[in-house]
Structures are given as structure tokens and as C-alpha cells.
Nanobody, 128 residues
Framework: VQLQASGGGLVQDGGSLRLSCAASGYTLNDYDMGWFRQAPGKEREFVAAIHWSGVNTYYADGVKGRFTISRDNAKNTVYLHMDTLKPEDTAVYFC??????????????????????WGQGTLVTVSS
């Protein structure tokens, strides 16, 4: 069971990137998925999440309107498209699988403790 995040890199202020999270060893179709990030010297924080069906999405306030989470279950991949990037978006971005036990738990998308499998992270650096 493995999650592999990719697509990070160096981009200028106002630029765009698309991160990908591919799963191996299991099918993503059955799981809600999320993206978190950790900036240097800071705690890891929630960025975005998506229901297993792709119907419902959830975002941190600071990325609403700029980031879009999506999934392609046929490719067993989840994406995070990031537009209008800012220097404060600089962080290591992690994808994570949400535990099915937390389905129906109010607010569970936003908290790390409800995710049971994590990728290794991909670094996004936004230069000013």
C-alpha cells in the first residue's frame, strides 16, 4: 500500500502547478482523499479533500478559489491543481488516504488523525 505524490517544483509568484497522487497496492475509488502541506518550521495543515465519488470537495480558507482537488478513479490518481500561487504556499505537500471509519464524522476531512496512509510529499517552492 503506497501513495506517491509528484509534480512539485519551483514556480514564480502567480504561477500554477498540478500535483498528482498515485496509489499502488489498492484502489483509490473506495476512499476519500486529502492533501496537506507543511511549511518550514510550521505544523502540517489541511489543504483540500475530496469524497470518494468526487462529488464533494473541501478546502482550507487560504486556498479556496485558487486550488482545485480532483480525482480520476480510472487512473487511480488524485490531483491538486494550484493557481495564483503565492510565496506563502511554499511547503511540502502530502497526499493522504482518509480512513473509512471516519465517514460520517463531522469535520473529519480537515483533521490529520482521520487519515491512515500518507505519501512521501512533494516540495512546492513559490518565489517572489
Amino acid at each position: 500500500v503506497q501513495l506517491q505524490a509528484s509534480g512539485g517544483g519551483l514556480v514564480q509568484d502567480g504561477g500554477s502547478l498540478r500535483l498528482s497522487c498515485a496509489a499502488s497496492g489498492y484502489t483509490l475509488n473506495d476512499y476519500d482523499m486529502g492533501w496537506f502541506r507543511q511549511a518550514p518550521g510550521k505544523e502540517r495543515e489541511f489543504v483540500a479533500a475530496i469524497h470518494w465519488s468526487g462529488v464533494n470537495t473541501y478546502y482550507a480558507d487560504g486556498v479556496k478559489g485558487r486550488f482545485t482537488i480532483s480525482r480520476d478513479n480510472a487512473k487511480n490518481t488524485v490531483y491538486l491543481h494550484m493557481d495564483t500561487l503565492k510565496p506563502e504556499d511554499t511547503a511540502v505537500y502530502f497526499c493522504a488516504r482518509k480512513t473509512p471509519r471516519s465517514r460520517g464524522v463531522s469535520g473529519s476531512y480537515y483533521f490529520q488523525r482521520h487519515y491512515d496512509s500518507w505519501g512521501q510529499g512533494t516540495l512546492v517552492t513559490v518565489s517572489s
